[in-house]
């Protein structure tokens, strides 16, 4: 689908949402739109500082997160956001590693950046396969940088019925057309 926005491989940061007891996924999709910002969070975050999580994956690959089993953690609603426009205002990916080597290597104002690799537990902790991206704080979405995500193609008339026919974004892709399910 045509949006106006990089979509080739590697171009897109992607943010999903997922129901919560103010809302349903689509609900709280509607939300960030409205508001133009995805507030960051503190849920898994080191160093008490929010950041947003973004994955690095392109968005053919997101089907391999967005399977039934994950739906408690994401739903097929979200953000894609241009990298490069996410890297400018100060996303950068994660750091995997020990959170004992992480206390003894990085500085605590960069906590927020470290994501736990546990290899020599059982089960073993690896989050690597997300590609994690985290903004410190909030992400402010620019139109010209950002598409909508939903699931089908009745969603996407949802979104535009919602904004009148101008989503303030450069387009809606419903991710089940793409998938190919």
Not at 18 to 36: E, H, P, V, Y
Not at 70 to 82: H, K, L, Q, S, T
């Amino acid at each position: 689908m045509k949006s106006g926005v990089d979509m080739a491989a590697g171009a897109m940061l992607t943010h999903f949402t997922r129901a919560s007891r103010s809302g349903s996924a689509m609900d709280n999709l509607i939300s960030i739109l409205d508001q133009r910002l995805i507030s960051g969070g503190r849920r898994m975050i080191r160093g008490g500082k929010h950041a947003v999580c973004l994955f690095d994956l392109p968005l053919k690959d997101l089907s391999t997160l967005l399977v039934r089993e994950n739906r408690r953690r994401y739903e097929p609603f979200g953000i894609a956001v241009n990298r490069r426009y996410a890297f400018k205002i100060g996303a950068r990916p994660v750091i995997y590693m020990p959170w004992s080597e992480a206390r003894r290597t990085v500085a605590p104002s960069e906590y927020w950046r470290v994501v736990s690799l546990e290899l020599s537990r059982t089960p073993p902790v690896d989050w690597s396969y997300e590609r994690e991206w985290r903004i410190g704080g909030d992400l402010k979405l620019e139109t010209f940088a950002t598409a909508a995500l939903v699931e089908t193609r009745s969603d996407v008339d949802v979104i535009y019925d919602h904004f009148d026919g101008h989503p303030p974004c450069a387009g809606v892709i419903p991710l089940r057309e793409l998938f190919g399910s």
